[in-house]
């Protein structure tokens, strides 16, 4: 069950994933199963690698920067500040950084992100 709380902000546990981009988790707690909170940091010109998520849907709430992102079979769309992406489970993504600054998106999970969903599509399958 849910109990009031506060997560307080905690920047230097930001750390380097394997998939292309850095990651602050904000919020994954099995106190919390329904939804996870991470904060991602796609260097200029970095990728992230092509990958999907079992049985987790996520968005992508861009917050700054500017990107490409790639979802499924849709073709590659322009990303800035203030877009969300809507990526359904088991549909494999991707998100490079367009521009000169860091490309920063929270990554909103439900049910709550697992290292055990992640498969990396090009090649190996690597957790945080």
């Known amino acids: 069950m849910i109990t009031p709380s506060l997560l307080p902000h905690q920047p230097a546990n930001e750390y380097w994933f394997a998939e292309g981009c850095f990651i602050l ?10 939804l996870s909170i991470a904060r991602a940091r796609v260097l200029p010109g970095g990728q992230t690698r092509w990958h999907l998520l079992h049985a987790i849907s996520e968005r992508y709430v ?3 920067g500017s ?3 790639e979802v499924g ?14 990526i359904p489970p088991g549909c494999r993504q991707r998100i490079r950084n367009t521009g000169s600054d860091d ?3 929270l990554a909103l999970c439900t049910p709550r992100f697992a290292a ?13």
Do not use: H, K, R
Request: glycine letters at 8%; hydrophobic letters at 40%.
């Open 25 to 34: 988790e904000l919020s994954n707690s099995p106190a919390d199963p329904a």
């Open 62 to 64: 861009i917050q700054s």
């Open 67 to 69: 990107g490409c992102v």
């Open 73 to 86: 079979e849709l073709a590659p769309q322009s990303v800035a500040a203030g877009d969300v992406v809507i």
């Open 103 to 105: 490309l920063i998106f």
């Open 116 to 128: 055990s969903a992640y498969e990396d599509l090009e090649g190996s399958t690597t957790s945080g």
